[in-house]
């Protein structure tokens, strides 16, 4: 994904990855998994992200653990650093947060797909401040 942002134009995008839905007894024998962000703003590179995984999903401590689906939450904005704790009380134990330079990520992990959606959504919702969530993201 690359993304240009123009000014002080604001963005937000969350990605998951399920890997295996546990009600449909899917499991995961051989992954291969690679994503990229780009986001520039007015030319500028402000933000990078690299994701490669496989050809078995890393199962550590510092990794997913035992967790089957993961996101991030990326939003880019004008003093975003003061959604920071509203953002990582809404992931609580799904999620950790952090926020710099008018950028704000937060790593969300979960046992299954159905709790990751739950704990997004509620990223988003505290995210939006008060706005409600789209009908279309919660659906």
Not at 8 to 28: N, P
Not at 42 to 51: K, S, V
Not at 69 to 81: D, K
């Amino acid at each position: 994904m690359r993304v240009n942002l123009h000014g002080q134009a604001s963005f937000m995008a969350l990605e998951t990855l399920v890997f295996g839905r546990e009600a449909m007894g899917e499991t995961v024998q051989a992954v291969k998994v690679q994503d990229s962000w780009d986001i520039y703003r007015d030319g500028t590179l402000i933000h990078a992200e690299r994701l490669a995984l496989g050809p078995s999903l890393p199962q550590g401590n510092a990794t997913l653990g035992a967790a089957k689906a993961l996101a991030t939450f990326l939003m880019i904005a004008p003093e975003v650093e003061k959604l920071g704790a509203a953002i990582a009380e809404a992931a609580g134990e799904y999620g950790a947060v952090s926020c710099w330079n008018g950028k704000l990520v937060a790593r969300l992990l979960a046992s299954d797909g159905f709790n990751l959606r739950k704990a997004a959504l509620r990223v988003i919702a505290a995210a939006l401040t008060g706005e409600a969530v789209p009908k279309t993201w919660t659906m």
